[in-house]
């Protein structure tokens, strides 16, 4: 006779703490299924396809980026060349920034805070608070780019914009929050020497992983936003299927479903009486989607707030502004910070994220409402 392994409940449990979200949009389907009731064809409209696959698409081209190690050599050969925790800090800052304007900003946490934690082992630094603003720092970077987190890429394709006039739409607060966190570097970190012990050992290069990944991902943008997303993302899988089977089984599929169970789970709720009558009234409150979608992400995570309350908002650039600074805050503000703080593993560390990250809510929830217009 068969016995489960003693290891079983502990590995379903491990699985049920990483895949929360998962199970929790699977919880809610039914009831809300029962109280707004939808014939498969209106389910399936309720998903925005357009965005899965673009997602998709961008989630295998990160990954071959990723593996590649191209990434990982270029941030090793930056922080060499650097003599100070200040210095490292505010490099480390606006690489994970900048790299999350282009693989958006979970996979940049996936390079940098590993990166920051090698050097750790060799280095006296202050791992924590260095993870810390790495986190606040992919969130103001993903907020410049249609790509660079998701809550922008749905924004993106509902908004009939092209790549260029979102990325502009997006800049002057992308670039006000990267300024809030870069004048916080030196309150953060002092200006002490690092010693020079030995080099972090570099991973080996796979140029031809890296070859492929970096002519295919502008290939896949220009096709996303001509509105191909899901040709173009099947194609994506089906090359690298062909190429490099093994990355395929290291992508986070998961999280399709998870952004494809958002889009049911929320489309229904907004499609309550209650709700539906609710958020109309509290989007004529003072400021509107941007502040809504500020407030709400700290309940909820932006990315949600955006699935949220993009159907009641006709102003688009509002809700992307809100949503994009709600990711500050609280730690539920943005899936990424759980990513950061997860990677950690640092103890007190959510206490300490949250003195830094509150403030930098407010300054930048302060200047976006400045900079919006109208």
Known sequence: MMHPSPAAPGRFLQWLRAEWLLVLLLILLPPLLWLVPQEGAQLAALIDWKTIGALAGLMVLSRGLELSGAIDRAGRSLLARLGNERRLALALVLFAALL?????????????????????????????????????????GSTLSPVGNPQNLFLWQISGLGFGEFLMTMLPLGLAMLAVLILLVPLGFAPHRLPSRRDVPTPPLQRGLMILSLAAYPLFLALVNAGHALPAAMAVIALYAIAFRGLLRGIDWPLLLVFVLMFLDLGLLGRLPVIADLVPRALHLPGGAYTLGALLSQGMSNVPAAIFLAPFSPDLQALAWGVSVGGFGLAIGSLANLIALRLARVPGLWREFHLWSLPVFALSLAAGALLLPG
Do not use: M, Y
Not at 106 to 117: E, Q
């Open 100 to 140: 999350a304007a282009v693989v958006t900003n979970d996979v940049a946490l996936f390079v940098t805070v590993p990166l920051t934690l090698s050097l750790a082992r060799i280095l006296p630094l202050r791992t924590g608070r260095l993870v810390i603003f790495q986190a606040l720092a992919v969130n103001a």
